[in-house]
């Protein structure tokens, strides 16, 4: 079993900034791209930003220089700095990693429960 936990969302006012971490836990051989989705009300999830297993980050066009992806491989966790934010980056904010489990023969998603960050004054 593996389970992957988000932390970190609140209400922050436009301009202000947040950060999110994320950790994944339990049958982990190795763990490949990690990245962070974020789902609006009425929308669909997005891909928000992702980090593979060697730092190497893929940005959505939206928070490209304003959101910073981070991971810590020694604690299979990966972070989100969020900058500079936004009425419209409100969502539930979702963690995901590829991971490869003992005795499994290819790696496979797990997903976050997800975090809710509010941008509002």
């Known amino acids: 079993q593996v389970q992957v936990v988000e932390s970190g969302g609140g209400l922050v006012q436009p301009g202000e900034s947040l950060g999110l971490s994320c950790a994944a836990s339990?049958?982990?051989?190795?763990?490949?791209?990690m990245g962070w989705y974020r789902q609006a009300p009425g929308e669909e999830r997005e891909l928000v930003a992702i980090?593979?297993?060697?730092?190497?980050?893929y940005y959505a066009d939206s928070v490209k220089g304003r959101f910073t992806v981070s991971r810590d491989n020694a604690k299979n966790t990966i972070y989100l700095q969020m900058d500079t934010l936004k009425p419209e980056d409100t969502a539930v904010y979702y963690c995901?990693?590829?991971?490869?489990?003992?005795?499994?023969?290819?790696?496979?998603?797990?997903w976050g429960r997800g975090t809710q960050v509010a941008v509002s004054s």
């Open positions: 995901k990693v590829n991971v490869l489990p003992p005795s499994a023969v290819a790696p496979r998603d797990y």
């Open positions: 339990g049958s982990i051989v190795m763990i490949n791209v």
């Open positions: 980090v593979g297993s060697s730092g190497n980050t």
